[in-house]
């Protein structure tokens, strides 16, 4: 789940690349809707009446913090959380 390269337009032998992380995202049902937290990215959450909402808005909120630590020439932190479903019976 690290970071890797991308290619975003070539030209030629010319490419320019952007960097791509992956963050897991646990969605919660609330009773009000359902809200969003990301593990890696402490105090990165977010809420929405849907979960297609939700996930609208956990985006956003993982892009302005990642901006925000850019700006302050803070470490982007590593993607780490891992998550699996485990399945007993009823």
Same mark, same amino acid.
């Given at each position: 789940?690290?970071?890797?390269?991308?290619?975003? *337009?070539?030209? !030629? $032998? %010319?490419?320019?690349?952007?960097?791509?992380?992956? /963050?897991?995202?646990?969605?919660?049902?609330?009773?009000?809707?359902?809200?969003?937290?990301?593990?890696?990215?402490?105090?990165? *959450?977010?809420? !929405? $009446? %849907?979960?297609?909402?939700?996930?609208?808005?956990? /985006?956003?909120?993982?892009?302005?913090?990642?901006?925000?630590?850019?700006?302050?020439?803070?470490?982007?932190?590593?993607?780490?959380?891992?998550?699996?479903?485990?399945?007993?019976?009823?």
């Amino acid at each position: 789940m690290s970071g890797h390269q991308s290619p975003l *337009i070539g030209w !030629g $032998k %010319s490419y320019l690349y952007f960097s791509m992380r992956k /963050y897991l995202v646990v969605y919660e049902e609330t009773k009000s809707g359902f809200s969003a937290y990301v593990p890696d990215l402490p105090g990165v *959450i977010a809420t !929405g $009446k %849907s979960k297609s909402i939700t996930a609208k808005n956990i /985006y956003g909120a993982i892009q302005f913090h990642i901006e925000g630590l850019k700006e302050e020439n803070m470490k982007i932190p590593k993607a780490e959380a891992e998550s699996e479903v485990l399945v007993f019976p009823s």
